[in-house]
């Protein structure tokens, strides 16, 4: 309990889209904010965007504007991401991630409390 738990992940082609839920699997804390990330082997997990439970105010990461999006159902129990026209290069294990105070929420994998386990999804040219 209270770890969050992804789905969604798996092969997608090239030009496709991916969508992502990430659960809060019955946590009863608070959450301030909660992030995507993703990472290949060998290098730093990156963060892809993250989002305020309390206002649903987002930040993406620059490089990735313009085909992402993230988002909470009604009840903030699940988070969503969104991940447009897909390239080989988008190919990782994706992770989400709680937060459960502030003052602040970064792309830095840093500072969040909580981690998925990670779903893999592989983008086939």
């Known amino acids: 309990q209270g770890q969050p738990v992804e789905s969604g992940g798996g092969s997608v082609q090239t030009g496709g889209s991916l969508s992502l839920s990430c659960a809060d699997s019955?946590?009863?804390?608070?959450?301030?904010?909660m992030g995507w990330f993703r990472q290949v082997p060998g290098k730093e997990r990156e963060g892809i965007g993250f989002?305020?439970?309390?206002?649903?105010?987002?930040h993406y990461a620059d490089d990735l504007k313009g085909r992402v999006a993230i988002s909470l159902d009604n009840d903030k129990t699940t988070v969503y991401l969104q991940l447009n026209d897909l390239k080989p290069e988008d190919s990782a294990m994706y992770y989400c991630?709680?937060?459960?105070?502030?003052?602040?929420?970064?792309?830095?994998?840093?500072?969040?409390?909580?981690w998925g386990q990670g779903t893999q999804v592989t983008v086939s040219s």
């Open positions: 989002i305020y439970t309390a206002t649903d105010t987002v």
């Open positions: 019955g946590y009863t804390g608070k959450t301030y904010c």
């Open positions: 991630a709680r937060r459960r105070s502030g003052p602040w929420c970064s792309l830095s994998h840093a500072g969040y409390h909580d």
